[in-house]
């Protein structure tokens, strides 16, 4: 079945700045895919139940308030209770190296900082589409 | 909930896909109330929604929201951007939010709407409620698929030859001005007037901002479909439903069956001299009729026997 890519995207925790998001969910529709933008002050809790009920294959987390290790990080958790499997997540935002390293160690399978295209972001997707 | 929540996100994903429904789960369907709510791009729909939520939920009734959205024209990529408005329900057990693009389908729904209308009545919800598109003056298939049309509007788009006009105007049981708090907007005093013979369309002014209205609403929507049910409307718009349902699905196989049969070399002919001006247009649909549709729909007629049989077909077909 050759149906569009679905992405979720989103911001954890408290925070508010989400052009940057919002750039990335266009992109990604102008790459083709279905992206469902579920917008600012989300909770983990809400995000994976999202994920969830719309079927998703990959979640990108945006946060920009230094909320990522704790928020991101429970994101994790709550797919592996909820036993998802086969669903990409990526990461954005202001996010220092070693965060990145242990984000990755987490799961997380890339780490988008200032400047990314969205390009890469999209490649990134596409390649792992399943 | 009779279905578990990964089983039905699972079913609804192939049902958008153009799967049929298991004739067992259609079979239990007819028990959800499906509202449908409708009307122009940021009138305050889906916010309006978030505040149906919450009030149906505190009456124990549990809700289905499918929220559409455009799908790209050059792109086939979609913005889905109305669940973050209702995100707040979104761990609520008796809430499930579902948002669809359209996937080239005009109307205001998507092709697999009324599919999927079913597969949430069949897993138990209360309410389903179909959000359209942001929709122009034309699009009115949720009329297909709802018992209750709402058409939400706001202050000041348009005067009364507006209101006068055919198509979306038409089709709504409750009429909604949303952004009531905008532009001094002042309600007039009309309560919905409900008889078992004549329903009075009721025309609400709300504002999802601030929650006013939103109890007068839920309450129309009650009397409306208890109206529908007294007046024996209900069973007639179910008719309908189901009728609109076999008709688009007739269509579209049969259109399947045109653009396969129009691949044969005969019809390539045919198509050729229609360019070269040898043949006219009518006098093409003519000969094509005649000559080569004939066979290929009876042919899908065989294969309708079976569906699974049919999907082997189509996948074969496209080799």
């Known amino acids: 079945m050759n149906r569009p890519l679905k992405v979720l995207i989103a911001k954890a925790g408290l925070d508010g700045h989400e052009r940057g998001a919002l750039v990335v969910a266009m992109g990604l529709r102008d790459a083709g895919m279905e992206v469902v933008y579920t917008g600012i002050r989300n909770t983990p809790e809400q995000i994976v139940a999202a994920a969830l009920q719309e079927d998703v294959d990959v979640i990108g987390l945006s946060s920009l308030s230094g909320g990522h290790m704790a928020q991101f990080k429970r994101v994790m958790e709550l797919l592996k209770k909820e036993k998802v499997s086969g669903l990409l997540v990526f990461a954005g935002g202001i996010i220092p190296d070693d965060d990145v390293k242990k984000l990755k160690k987490l799961g997380i399978k890339e780490v988008f900082g200032p400047g990314s295209s969205i390009a890469s972001i999209a490649e990134l997707i596409t390649k792992s589409r399943r | ?319």
């Open chain 2, 1 to 319: 909930m009779k279905m578990h929540g990964n089983e039905l996100t699972k079913l609804v994903t192939r049902l958008e896909s153009g799967e049929p429904l298991p004739t067992a789960l259609y079979r239990r369907t007819g028990n959800a109330r499906i509202l449908g709510i409708t009307g122009p791009p940021g009138v305050g729909k889906s916010s309006l929604i978030d505040r149906l939520i919450d009030n149906l939920r505190r009456q124990d009734k549990t809700v289905a929201v499918i929220a559409i959205d455009p799908t790209s024209p050059t792109s086939g990529g979609a913005l889905l951007g109305d669940r973050l408005r209702m995100q707040r329900h979104s761990e609520d057990e008796g809430v499930y939010i579902r948002s669809l693009a359209t996937r080239h389908h005009h109307g205001g729904v998507t092709d697999s709407t009324p599919q999927i209308v079913h597969a949430l009545d069949a897993a138990g919800f209360d309410i389903v409620i179909v959000e359209t598109v942001g929709t122009g003056q034309d699009e009115v298939e949720v009329a297909e698929v709802a018992d209750t049309v709402v058409v939400v509007l706001m202050p000041e788009l348009g005067d009364e030859i507006q209101r006068a006009k055919s198509g979306l105007m038409e089709i709504a049981d409750v009429l909604v001005i949303n952004k009531a708090d905008l532009f001094n907007a002042r309600a007039p005093a009309t309560s919905p007037r409900y008889s078992a013979l004549k329903w009075e369309r009721p025309t609400i002014h709300t504002s999802a901002k601030s929650g006013e209205g939103i109890t007068t609403l839920c309450g129309a929507m009650d009397i409306h479909h208890a109206y529908l049910v007294h007046s024996g409307k209900l069973a007639k718009r179910r008719e309908r439903a189901a009728r609109a349902e076999v008709t688009r699905l007739l269509q579209s196989r049969l259109t399947a069956s045109i653009l396969r049969a129009l691949e044969e070399p005969q019809a390539q002919t045919i198509l050729t001299d229609v360019a070269k001006r040898k043949l006219d247009p009518h006098d093409a649909v003519e000969k094509l009729t005649k000559e080569i549709l004939g066979s290929h729909t009876r042919s899908s007629k065989h294969a309708a026997t079976s569906t699974r049989r049919q999907t082997t077909k189509r996948r074969k077909t496209r080799r």
